[in-house]
């Protein structure tokens, strides 16, 4: 008798995990079908006019028709793009807020800057939408043609320190510009800004000597007018549309300087999943828009193919490792926001 009871319990036990799973499916699939249910903001961890907010404004309209719900672009720079990260992680993780981010502000400021509460690791990557190069570009008037002039300059007896803008520190620019003042063997005065738009401003009016900057539209647009002079791209050979700027890995002394951005989109890790299938899809189909693509490739962007959300995790790790090992090889330390 006790036999009995017990394989009926077992038996019992059995259906009421199995209608438990069951339900479990039905709830994610009908949360799925029924995302998204209000407009989704897509944060923006810089300013206005800058890279990061056109390539968000170039998918916008695309994925709002692809999941039947307005996309709200909200620009929120400052402190090395950690405030927009912080107030989007701060958000329901339901899918509802997503970022449009890059290294800088998802790996490595939470290493560079005090008092950050979130880490790489509390994000999923749900779409990598481009990659780019970096462009040395410098003062028109600084009076130097080359990579090799302005390294000598730098090194002038007497001669002021250079000083070169990011968008904050333990930024990706920051740290390229920290590389080549090692490699280089030139001191360097880092002058942090909220975005990139501040920092084109300043370099085209004089206030900073040089900068690395994302090879972008507007930015190419700049250099190619002569309102700031191009040296040379942070890569292993030039940059297809953009030939005439000389890699510098390919130079003596320089070839650590191999160096791209991308940009993607994340949600909370604790997104459900089916939420964030419907997000990859949705951004994947707006970025093979002939249109779109071609905005972006003009803009000096390598669209990337889609990718499953299990491919992606695995990008997102090896990206965090790999820049975590370039922080530590310039022994870059915690700062207070700027």
Known sequence: MNARIRIQTLVAGASLAAI???????VTTAHAQAFPTKPINMVVSYPAGGPSD???????????????????????????????????LAAPADGHTVILGSPMELILSPLAVQGVRYKTEDMKLVAHLISTSTILAVRSNLGVNSVSELIALA???NGRTLSYGSV??????HLIGEKLSQDARIPLTHVPYRGIAPVMTDLMGGQIDMAFLPMAGTIMQAVNEGRMRGLGVTAKQPHPLFKQYPALAVMP??????????????VHKDTPDAVVQRLNQAFYTALQNPDVRKSLEAAGNNVMSP?????????FQQETA?????AKSINLQAQAAQ
Not at 20 to 26: D, F
Not at 64 to 73: A, P
Not at 307 to 315: F, G
Not at 322 to 326: D, F, G, K, Q, S
């Open 20 to 26: 438990a799973l069951m339900t479990t499916a039905s």
């Open 253 to 266: 002394g320089l070839e650590a300087m191999e160096f791209e951005v991308w940009a993607g989109v994340q």
């Open 54 to 88: 056109h390539i968000a404004r170039q998918v916008q309209p695309l994925v709002s028709q692809n999941l039947g719900q307005n996309i709200i672009v909200e620009n929120i720079g400052g402190a090395s793009g950690t405030i927009g990260v912080t107030r989007a």
């Open 155 to 157: 090194k002038k007896p």
């Open 322 to 326: 790999r820049y975590r090992a370039i």
């Open 168 to 173: 904050g520190t333990g930024s990706l620019y």
């Open 307 to 315: 990718r499953n959300p299990a491919d992606l995790a695995n990008l």
